[in-house]
């Protein structure tokens, strides 16, 4: 089974920047796609980025021209940089994957790491 472990949360001010990682552990690494999502407490999880096989990418629109979704394959890791924050990016964050990019975009897994915690002041 894919294991997912997220890092590089933190507690910054309004503006400024944070750098996520999420390491994967598989073989099959360059074969999925991949969707960052965060998620407030008594809300859903809502995906804000996502990378396929190939590198297409899509954002969601209040993080678009803020957040980078990228990956290395040599490190089997996902990163999100993350500028411009806003307290509203306030959440624990979670990256996933699938060789399906419907269940990406779903959100529809069966198990999630543990997360990271972003908290942005104002």
């Known amino acids: 089974q894919v294991q997912f472990v997220e890092s590089g949360g933190g507690l910054v001010q309004a503006g400024e920047s944070l750098t996520l990682s999420c390491a994967v552990s598989t073989s099959t690494f360059d074969n999925l796609a991949y969707g960052w999502f965060r998620q407030i407490p008594g809300n859903q999880r809502e995906m804000v980025a996502f990378i396929s096989s190939g590198g297409t990418i899509h954002y969601k629109e209040s993080v678009a021209g803020r957040f980078t979704i990228s990956k290395d394959g040599g490190k089997n890791t996902v990163y999100l940089q993350m500028d411009t924050l806003k307290p509203e990016d306030t959440a624990v964050y979670y990256c996933?994957?699938?060789?399906?990019?419907?269940?990406?975009?779903?959100?529809?897994?069966?198990?999630w790491g543990p997360g990271t915690q972003v908290t942005v002041s104002s």
């Open positions: 996933n994957g699938d060789f399906i990019i419907a269940t990406v975009f779903s959100g529809d897994f069966a198990s």
